[in-house]
């Protein structure tokens, strides 16, 4: 049995074969792109159920997508290969679920509009996942699975000024699909979500424009009116210190938790609590000029740990993810380099979590959609095997003839597609 755990919100990608009843391997992804994200992140949001099929019975937000595999189901019939968000997304999906070698992001990037020289440039994590999610749901309109990012990622906040003279309140609604939360002089989680609904006086020379009652002073600030089943918080490591004139790392110690309750941070009571049960830990080591990303995933959501570093996984303790990354200044013997800490953290509505993290089987994946990246496959296979024969003429010794030549080409690509008759043959009764 295959299946693929999408994470986070995208963010990165886990594929796990089950071999037999005790042997699970997980995949990880190569780090192509050097000082950005995008392999982690992708392994992060190949977890969650915008990439799953929700249980028909479950409740709530996930109550009206029955039998949605989301990216799977993308129509991406005609679409460029090369620059398809979507469909290079299905293409980096199906090799982690189904190939047993670590995957590249080359062919997202590219279709990021992300060139050779972009790859090597500082891509921020936010600015990745808001593009991907954006992507993706402008190709989801129209399309059977419209509105499942939104209905996953999607918060809503109030924004008000209020004047304490007068009876007079400027209310605002705005969605969110992350949280930026500050770090620095904040001990953890919790305080940071006090000083993020904590409210501002306008006063004196900055009193408020109230219209018909002048200037008044008011109190301005936000109130949470629901968070989504996959919450994003983006811990603000990097900001600019007008001291130095220069965007800084601040590694203060930061302590985060495996379950949090964020419901006295919501204007009103919820129907359901909103409980959140930790399901993976971006973490950053190094400065504002570089550094190394590491992402700790917990697959199930059971408290058992992996480390995915680039093409490298591994089992980790629950100390190892979450404890070891809360930052700070003190030496420490089990980090590696210092400024080692948590940059992203990505919780799963606790009621949610069986829903969100359900398994994909090959048969929820489109026959359409397995012949086309099958092709794809095949095609790729051709050129490599093509260049290869080229290479060892070249460098051989002995003159090999044209016949000779294309003779060999001839019995590689007969007995490839041999056996990709074979194997495609379990597509033909979908």
């Given amino acids: 049995m295959a299946c693929i755990y999408v994470e986070s919100s995208i963010t990165c990608i886990i594929a796990k074969k089950m071999i037999g009843d005790s042997l699970t391997l997980f995949l990880g992804m190569t780090y192509l792109i050097q000082r950005m994200v995008l392999s982690k992140m992708i392994q ?50 199906y090799d982690l679920q189904f190939s047993d070698k670590p995957v590249a992001t080359k062919r997202l990037t590219k279709s ?128 600019y210190d007008p001291q130095s004139d220069a965007s800084i790392k601040f590694n203060d110690k930061f302590e985060f938790y495996e379950e949090i309750n964020l419901d006295p941070y919501l204007r009103d009571i919820p129907a359901t609590p909103a409980h959140y049960t930790l399901h993976a830990v971006l973490v950053h080591s190094g400065d504002n000029h570089g550094g190394h990303y590491v992402v700790f995933i917990n697959p199930k959501g059971d408290g058992k740990w992996c480390k995915f570093d680039d093409d490298v996984v591994s089992r980790c303790s629950k100390q190892e993810a979450i404890e070891y990354n809360y930052g700070g200044k003190e030496d420490a013997p089990h980090l590696a380099r210092r400024a080692t800490s948590a940059y ?65 080409i001839f019995t590689v690509l007969k007995q490839f597609f041999t056996l990709q008759a074979l194997a495609g043959s379990k597509y033909k009764g979908r």
Wanted: with cysteine.
């Fill in 44 to 93: 992060l949001q190949s977890r969650l159920t915008l990439w799953r099929k929700p249980h028909t019975a479950s409740l709530g937000i996930l109550k009206n997508i029955q039998d949605l595999l989301a990216v799977y189901k993308i129509p991406t019939v005609g679409d460029d290969s090369s620059r398809s968000v979507a469909f290079a997304l299905q293409r980096v999906f």
């Fill in 112 to 239: 990021f509009g992300w060139e050779t020289l972009d790859s090597f440039m500082q891509h921020d994590v936010q600015e990745f996942l808001r593009v991907l999610l954006d992507k993706l749901e402008n190709k989801m309109k129209g399309t059977v699975v419209e509105g499942t990012v939104p209905k996953l990622f999607e918060g809503k906040m109030t924004s008000f000024i209020k004047c304490k003279n007068v009876n007079c309140t400027s209310t605002r609604v705005e969605t969110f699909y992350d949280i930026q939360l500050s770090v620095k002089e904040k001990n953890n989680i919790y305080e940071s979500f006090k000083d993020y609904i904590s409210t501002e006086l306008l006063e004196g020379e900055n009193k408020y424009d109230a219209g018909e009652h002048g200037l008044q002073e008011a109190e301005k600030g936000v109130r949470f009116d629901v968070f989504p089943p996959i919450l994003h918080l983006h811990l603000m490591r990097f900001q």
């Fill in 344 to 408: 992203m953290l990505i919780y799963i509505q606790t009621s949610q979590l069986k829903y969100v993290l359900q398994e994909v089987t090959e048969g929820d994946i489109p026959s359409d959609l397995c012949e086309r990246i099958n092709e794809e496959m095949r095609y790729e296979m051709v050129r490599t095997c093509g260049r290869k024969i080229k290479c060892r003429k070249y460098k051989s010794d002995t003159s090999v003839s044209s016949a000779k030549y294309y003779a060999k």
